[in-house]
Structure formats: C-alpha cells, structure tokens
C-alpha cells in the first residue's frame, strides 16, 4: 500500500475529507458510494461497484429484485425453467 502523504483529523461526527486531487485521480464525484474495508490494523476506502451476489463478477452487473447478480448468473437462472 503506497502512502498518499496526506494527513487528515477525523471531525466530532466521525468525518474526514479526502483531499481533491485524490478524488480526482480516483474518479471519485459527490454523493459517490464508497466501501469500507478493514484489514488487519488497516481501513481500506474504495469506490464501490457492485458485485454479483452470487460468484463475485464485477462484469456487466444488474440490479434484481435489490440485489445485485452479473449477466452470466442471469442466463444460468434462466436455463433452470
């Protein structure tokens, strides 16, 4: 993990603000999701995409019914009927 070599305080609400060029340089807009992670002794910030709930794909990713399944699960839920 290389270190942005920036230093931000934490706010009385729990807030800290990523500085402008990061979220430039990470395509990162107001009001985008973002994802927490934790690892280790670590809090890891990623722009959120979602995720196939069933394998994991990133790739070509709907919304069914509030979750999220990729093109390929689709197609194989469909060979079932």
Same mark, same amino acid.
Request: glycine share 6%; aromatic share 6%.
């Given at each position: =993990?290389?270190?942005?070599?920036? $230093?931000?305080?934490?706010? @009385?609400?729990?807030? &800290?603000? #990523?500085?402008?060029?990061?979220? +430039?340089?990470?395509? =990162?807009?107001?009001?985008?999701? $973002?994802?927490?992670?934790? @690892?280790?002794?670590? &809090?890891? #910030?990623?722009?959120?995409?979602? +995720?196939?709930?069933?394998?994991?794909?990133?790739?070509? $990713?709907?919304?069914?019914?509030?979750?999220?399944?990729?093109?390929?699960?689709?197609?194989?839920?469909?060979?079932?009927?």
């Amino acid at each position: =993990m290389k270190p942005a070599g920036v $230093v931000r305080k934490v706010d @009385q609400l729990g807030r &800290i603000v #990523l500085p402008k060029s990061l979220r +430039k340089r990470y395509m =990162m807009n107001e009001g985008d999701p $973002v994802e927490i992670f934790v @690892q280790a002794d670590h &809090i890891i #910030l990623e722009r959120y995409r979602p +995720k196939c709930v069933f394998c994991g794909s990133m790739t070509e $990713v709907s919304e069914f019914k509030e979750r999220d399944v990729c093109n390929v699960c689709i197609g194989e839920m469909q060979q079932l009927n």
